[in-house]
């Protein structure tokens, strides 16, 4: 049986097998091959200004975001992340995905992109040459710190 294996040690998220107890045809396992052979890789970054994480851009894969979670420490107050698209057409084709509100000390983030959004074909994939962009004003900059990852799925 395969080990779940925590991202921040191996930098990818292994889905595990899951063996039939009986001893003969692994149907589930089966049914799950496409799932396990995707791997969620992630992008990590720390600062106590603001936040400018951008996942990409990519010139050979088309990605999926999956999650996006960071967590805040020290100083005061709080604002929103935004995560977004940034294009590789020209800002005329940027947009913004999605806008948390009130995040800071005492507020952290955990963001799952909602099943309905991951379904294909999803506004949340991006071609090759797009990227990923999550930003948040630090209201407290040089006090308040912050360390962010994003998990994502190359397609």
Known sequence: MATRHPASLSGSTVLPDFPDSQGGADILSAHMAPER???IKTVRATGSANLALDIGPVTS???KLVYVRAHFAGGTGNASVTIGIDSANGAAYDSTLDTVTARGTGADLFYKVPPAESADPSPWAIKPGDA????WTNP???NMTY????GYVER
């Open 37 to 39: 052979d995707r791997r």
């Open 61 to 63: 894969k088309a990605l």
């Open 132 to 135: 990923y962009t999550v930003r």
């Open 140 to 142: 407290d900059a040089g």
């Open 147 to 150: 360390g962010v990852e994003a």
